[in-house]
């Protein structure tokens, strides 16, 4: 069972609805709930993390019960349903990555970072976890940061370290 | 298409309309040859295929292609062809692939059956009785969710659910603003309506019914009580809702009516939807016309343990698995 | 050299530009097709290629085209399958960052060979990457009139659109697939109606992989007959395999079918060797969900002849002896790999995966992955071996989709060929955890069988 966290009301801003109406075009007038996995992307990218206030919303944009869209919301591994940090690292942890490192990459980053897999850190920058393969096998271990999905291939502990700092100066 | 095919299962031989499944063609033999279903429900759209439980073994086609099916086949969701031959309680084969999934639906049950409103009743129970293996072989810790009441009438017992998707259905299909849906993918899926939102809806009191286990329980039901103990009765009212026609069944113990349900045919599915005026708030005698005692299945746990005996439920005592694991719960049970 | 048919242009510079592609011969399939061919012409070349589907069932395109039902006044859709989640597949996300073109042009070509006016590319959500390079490419080739309306002013009208998935293996299985891009949860759906006469929106559909549909590029442009030639017996044509593990050189490869498998791993061509001068264990030859050979088996079969890239050979002797070529993803593991450990990893994924609609694979994959991490960390019994066995066998051939025999293969076949690394994980429990196994006699080599005499 979802908490209901303390949530503000959502209001979704002019250029967001225009994005969602063009995404709706996409099918048949009757079928616009076809739109909901993109339309929870776009929710996503804006805020960083999908709310139960902005499902209702997104269940009110298409018309759709509510309960629709949080069925959809988690059953999918990429809609946060809580804060991530501002990079959410995605790091692949299955079989082929594993077989060149992976593992290694996923405990250098939860010392790196001070924070175990789902947490966030202090300064709220970052936060990582394990993905199921990312279909880079080959080029592995990798990793891709949310929002944007940036990839990053045949990663090292270095080449980690140097993304990381990398972001933090970033900003 | 209104042609009849001929289907033979365990060596009986039915004509059934074409488009029948294997299933209804077995119900319509009826008896022991009849697969047991936990998640098809035939007046639910889109049930079944889902438990397993139902599982056939198809030797021979039709008479146009009579090769036998590779695999398996849920009998629930395989149409017959003219011709075809099916084997339920004929062959080891699909006993072993049955227990099998009696197993596993066992794997992260919590095994409460003395201190679970559906004991009696319950389809879970009554399969575990007739393949339960002796000894559970998983060793792990078991799945467990909080118990949840859904609204003033309503209790989710998420860990006896078996996600047979029938309540899901139900509120999809019978209730007319769906609040309740399952969340979560794989085995942390979970029946819910999210927010805690009461099911408010006229029919929503019907999930209760669908269930094939504990998992959804009529809060309203009053004192505790083991349906064994209880005595059903057919009634009926003049209710004024347009869907529902005030048919049911009243569950007494001594003079007092339990509990309301709809009435059940001999595969345990509702004969007709009940409204919710009807079930949770009609317990007086005086509300309804009683027809006569409800009919039991002589083969139903609740038949060979009817009425005032005080016994614990015998399907709990031969299964050294289930006794194990109700040590503590059993000893309770001697209050009641 | 090896023919090479999709990335034959792979790296000339701006190919994944309309531009570049048009010049090195882009569209052309587009105009052959649209202005010369009926669609139940392309269909019929599709059929002659002996082309089979790409994305892991190997079922022949061209008759699973011929099967789409076409009611009058009732819309056909064509859906790609562009979901690529399977553990050691990055073929199709590696031809749709590259030549996007490629994927699109076939999709142009298939889609008027069916009827379509409206096609879904639907890619896995975390590729955001290639969707925006898709949907940039299909801006370009709109604005150049191969897409929209009338296109070369032949009459024909198709919309191209691309839909992000949400993050779910299983939305690769293709219902599963259409629930999702109804909106819905990714639940494969309960077969029949198969999706040809019933699928997105109830309406006939085709879901085909993205390599599939690529191909037919090369089919129209140079006919069936020539596609056929290429490759050994029923595997005809050419493939890419996504090669991971330790090697040399991983990476996608474009192989004619019929490929010797030791050549594609030792040659310089291709995967240039194990990597670090270390020795083969063990391969899974077509993506995760197929049985793990160890390497004398990968190498040969069973009766000492060379086993070949081709769906034949690698299946070659069943499940005793033989796999699958499936997705394409081929995983080498070296010496000093544990098996132990990778099965559990891919049981963990397939845990994780699964939808949790029917009971075998809900629960069935749980407790799988549960009596393998505890024999990984040493802390399993004998019977345990035995349990996992009668667990897969629960669960194998009694599920609503594949994933449940995909989540059952790997751990049986790894108990079949290496049951004794499993045994020394439970009899040296401590050793177990700092050491492996190593590679045991899993690469001696298998003699050849002597030719039976004629009688
Ligand atoms: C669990 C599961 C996952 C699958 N994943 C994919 C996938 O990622 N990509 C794909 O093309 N096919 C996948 N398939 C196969 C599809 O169901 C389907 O057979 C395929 O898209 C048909 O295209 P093809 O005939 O061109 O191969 C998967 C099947 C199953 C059962
Ligand atoms: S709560 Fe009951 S009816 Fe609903 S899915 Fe679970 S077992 Fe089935
Ligand atoms: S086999 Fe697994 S993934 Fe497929 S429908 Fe059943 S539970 Fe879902
Ligand atoms: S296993 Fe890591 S990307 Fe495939
Ligand atoms: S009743 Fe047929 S699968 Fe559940």
Same mark, same amino acid.
């Given at each position: 069972?979802?908490? $209901? ?5 959502? $209001?979704?801003?002019?250029? /967001? ?18 739109? /909901? ?43 946060? /349903? ?18 060149? !490192? ?11 970072? !001070? ?8 300064? !709220? ?47 | ?34 697969? +047991? ?28 292609? +009579? ?20 084997? #339920? ?18 794997? #992260? ?66 209730? #007319? ?115 006569? +005692? ?10 060979? #343990? ?31 | ?135 940039? *490419?299909?801006?370009? =080739?709109? *604005? ?51 999706? *040809?006469? *019933? ?75 194990? =990597? ?18 160890? =390497? ?8 000492g002849e060379p086993r070949l890239m081709s769906y034949e050979s690698l299946s070659e002797g069943g ?41 075998p694979c809900r629960e069935g994959t749980g407790w799988m992955e549960k009596v393998l991490h505890k ?32 989540? =059952? ?36 080599p298998i003699e050849k069988a002597p030719v039976a005499e004629e009688k």
């Amino acid at each position: 069972m979802l908490k $209901v966290e303390e949530q503000t009301p959502v $209001v979704f801003s002019s250029e /967001l609805l225009a994005k969602f109406d063009d995404i709706k075009s996409r099918y048949p007038a009757d079928k616009s709930k076809s739109a /909901l996995l993109p339309l929870l992307h776009l929710v996503q990218a804006e805020y960083l993390w999908v709310s139960t206030p902005a499902m209702d919303k997104v269940a009110e944009y298409l018309n759709i019960q509510p309960i629709e869209v949080y069925e959809v919301a988690t059953f999918y591994t990429m809609y946060f /349903l809580k804060p991530q940090g501002k990079y959410a690292l995605e790091v692949c942890r299955t079989g082929p990555c594993c077989l060149v !490192g992976a593992e290694k990459i996923l405990s250098h980053l939860e010392n790196k970072l !001070g924070v175990k897999e789902g947490e966030v850190t202090a300064d !709220g920058l970052f936060s990582f976890r394990g993905v199921e393969c990312l279909a880079a096998c080959g080029y592995g271990p990798v990793l891709q940061i949310s929002p944007e999905y940036t990839f990053y291939e045949n990663l090292t502990t270095e080449s980690v370290d140097k993304l990381i700092e990398d972001l933090k100066n970033k900003i | 298409m209104s042609e009849k095919v001929k289907v033979t299962i365990d060596g009986i031989t039915v004509e059934v309309d074409n488009g029948t499944t294997i299933l209804n063609a077995a119900r319509q033999i009826g008896g022991d040859i009849v697969p +047991p279903a936990m998640c098809y429900y035939s007046k639910l759209q889109g049930s079944g295929g889902k438990c397993r439980t139902c599982i056939v073994k198809v030797t021979k086609g039709s008479e146009k292609d +009579p090769r036998p099916m590779p695999k398996l086949v849920a009998s629930c969701r395989t149409t017959v062809m003219d011709g075809m031959e099916v084997l #339920n309680i004929t062959s080891p084969e699909v006993l072993e692939a049955r227990a099998g999934v009696v197993e596993i639906l066992l794997i #992260n049950h919590p095994l409460d059956c003395p201190v679970c409103d559906q004991a009696g009743e319950c389809d879970l129970q009554n399969l575990g009785y007739e393949h339960g293996l002796q000894k559970t072989r998983y060793e792990f810790e078991r799945r467990t969710f909080e118990r949840i009441d859904i609204g003033d009438k309503i209790q989710l017992h998420m860990n006896r659910c078996i996600l047979c998707y029938r309540c899901v259905f139900t509120a999809d299909q019978i209730t #007319n603003k769906r609040v309740h849906g399952i969340l979560n993918r794989g085995d942390h899926s979970e029946i819910s309506t999210y927010i805690q939102q009461a099911v408010d809806n006229d029919f929503s009191g019907n999930v209760i019914d669908v269930c094939p286990v504990g998992a959804l329980t009529d809060r309203t039901f009053r004192f505790k009580n083991r349906v064994w103990f209880t005595k059903p009765v057919d009634a009926h009212r003049d209710c004024d809702h347009e869907k529902c026609n005030g048919k049911v069944t009243l569950w007494y113990k001594g003079a007092d009516v339990l509990r309301v349900t709809a009435r059940k045919d001999q595969f345990g599915e509702v004969e007709e939807f009940i409204c919710n005026t009807c079930r949770f708030d009609k317990k007086a005698t005086a509300d309804w016309v009683i027809e006569h +005692p409800t009919h039991i299945d002589d083969t139903s746990v609740i038949a060979s #343990n009817h009425y005032e005996t005080l016994k614990p439920l015998h399907v709990i005592q031969p299964n050294e698995a289930l006794q194990a694991a109700n040590e503590i719960e059993l000893h309770k049970t001697v209050k009641y | 050299m090896s023919r090479k048919l999709l990335l034959e242009h792979i790296n000339v510079p701006g190919i994944n530009t309309l531009e570049v592609y048009r010049q090195k011969g882009g569209y052309r399939a587009v105009e052959k097709a649209l202005k010369t061919l009926t669609p139940e012409e392309i269909v019929e070349e599709v059929k002659k290629s002996g082309l089979r589907g790409r994305g892991g069932a190997g079922f022949p395109t061209g008759m699973k085209w011929s099967f789409l039902a076409k009611p009058e006044g009732v819309a056909r859709y064509l859906v790609c399958n562009a979901d690529e989640s399977e553990p050691g597949t990055f073929k199709d996300r590696y031809l749709m960052t590259y030549i996007p073109h490629a994927l699109i042009e076939g999709m142009i070509v298939s889609s008027f060979a069916l009827g379509a006016k409206v096609s879904y590319i639907y890619v896995r959500g975390e590729m955001m990457p290639q969707i925006r390079i898709l949907e940039k *490419a299909i801006a370009e =080739a709109k *604005a150049a009139g191969w897409l929209g309306k009338n296109i070369l002013g032949t009459g024909y009208d198709l919309e191209l659109y691309v839909q992000p998935g949400g993050g779910a293996y299983i939305c690769g299985e293709e219902t599963a697939l259409l629930e999702s891009l109804e909106g819905k949860r990714g639940n494969p759906r309960i077969k029949p109606p198969f999706p *040809a006469i *019933a699928g997105l929106y109830g309406c006939p559909t085709v879901v085909n992989n993205v390599e599939s549909i690529a191909a037919v590029v090369p089919i129209i442009n140079d006919g069936g007959d020539e596609y056929a030639k290429i490759g050994i017996g029923r595997s005809t044509g050419t493939k890419l395999i996504s090669a991971s593990g330790n090697l040399v050189k991983p990476g996608v490869y474009e192989i004619e079918l019929g490929l010797p498998v030791e050549e594609f791993i030792y040659s310089d061509e291709y995967c240039g060797g194990i =990597a670090n001068g270390k020795r083969l264990k063990a391969t899974v030859a077509g993506g995760s969900s197929v049985p793990v050979l160890p =390497a004398n088996l990968t190498l040969k079969l069973a009766n000492g002849e060379p086993r070949l890239m081709s769906y034949e050979s690698l299946s070659e002797g069943g499940f005793a002896t033989g796999t699958m070529l499936g997705s394409g993803g081929f995983i080498a593991f070296d010496e000093d790999q544990c098996i132990v450990r990778n099965t559990w990893n891919f049981s963990r994924f397939y845990h994780h995966e699964s939808c949790g609609q029917c009971s075998p694979c809900r629960e069935g994959t749980g407790w799988m992955e549960k009596v393998l991490h505890k024999i990984e960390h040493g802390h399993g019994t004998m019977e345990d071996v035995d349990l996992l066995w009668d667990i897969q066998r629960k669960i194998e051939g009694n599920t609503i989709c594949p994933l449940g025999d995909a989540a =059952a293969w790997p751990v049986a076949s790894a108990i079949r060929h290496f049951r004794d690394e499993f045994e020394w994980h439970i009899k040296e429990p401590i050793k177990s955890q700092s050491q492996n196994y190593g590679i045991a006699n899993y690469a001696t080599p298998i003699e050849k069988a002597p030719v039976a005499e004629e009688k």
